[in-house]
T-cell receptor, first 114, second 113 residues
């Protein structure tokens, strides 16, 4: 069965410093992996998606993630944090069989300090 | 704006009551998914419909049911409501192919008093 672990429930960075949000997954299939962001009182917005085309995936707002099969990881990074990046981030694994269902990680809350 | 709409935005009701949440998918999307987000359980998959047919069930209670209509909109029915059903309910849609991006609506916040 698929599962997702987000190693930090809360990450706090200063504005202008790098962001690293960690994600490890478990999947019995070749997974599709996603990062979604949820701003307060808002829905979920797709940041980026990995589907085996390239291991380094670039997303919106300067975020990127690297798929490492040997480490079963899909960590999210950004070189320089902005105040508007403060939000909840979810790592997601999708079954690529008939069900196509998402399994969400528990989320990492990112705080950006001025 | 994802193109997925959900109504109502907020719903306050009492224990034992029944409510219906509505979702309209993005134009062209055949799959609709329902999720529940609560503080203690996080984001949990409830059910998936594709072109009117149920495709997969997740952690959906027997008191809950859903359907997808010929125009592809979907409704999630919650009955015999309990305090613990208070949560944010999201609908998402996709074209319906494996591994695809799901586009999420803004959610319906349900409060059961």
């Amino acid at each position: 069965a698929q599962s997702v672990t987000q190693l930090d429930s809360h990450v706090s960075v200063s504005e202008g410093t790098p962001v690293l949000l960690r994600c490890n997954y478990s999947s019995s299939y070749s997974p599709s992996l996603f990062w979604y962001v949820q701003h307060p009182n808002k829905g979920l917005q797709l940041l980026l998606k990995y589907t085996s085309a390239a291991t380094l995936v670039k997303g919106i707002n300067g975020f990127e993630a690297e798929f490492k099969k040997s480490e079963t990881s899909f960590h999210l990074t950004k070189p320089s944090a902005h105040m508007s990046d403060a939000a909840e981030y979810f790592c997601v694994v999708s079954r690529d069989n008939y069900g196509q269902n998402f399994v969400f990680g528990p989320g990492t809350r990112l705080s950006v300090l001025p | 704006d994802s193109g997925v709409t959900q109504t109502p935005k907020h719903l306050i009701t009492a224990t034992g009551q029944r409510v219906t949440l509505r979702c309209s998918p993005r134009s062209g999307d055949l799959s609709v998914y329902w999720y529940q987000q609560s503080l203690d359980q996080g984001l949990q998959f409830l059910i998936h419909y594709y072109n009117g047919e149920e495709r997969a069930k997740g952690n959906i209670l027997e008191r809950f049911s859903a359907q997808q209509f010929p125009d592809l909109h979907s409704e999630l029915n919650l009955s015999s409501l309990e305090l613990g059903d208070s949560a944010l309910y999201f609908c998402a849609s996709s074209v319906g192919q494996p591994g695809e991006t799901q586009y999420f609506g803004p959610g319906t916040r349900l409060l059961v008093l």
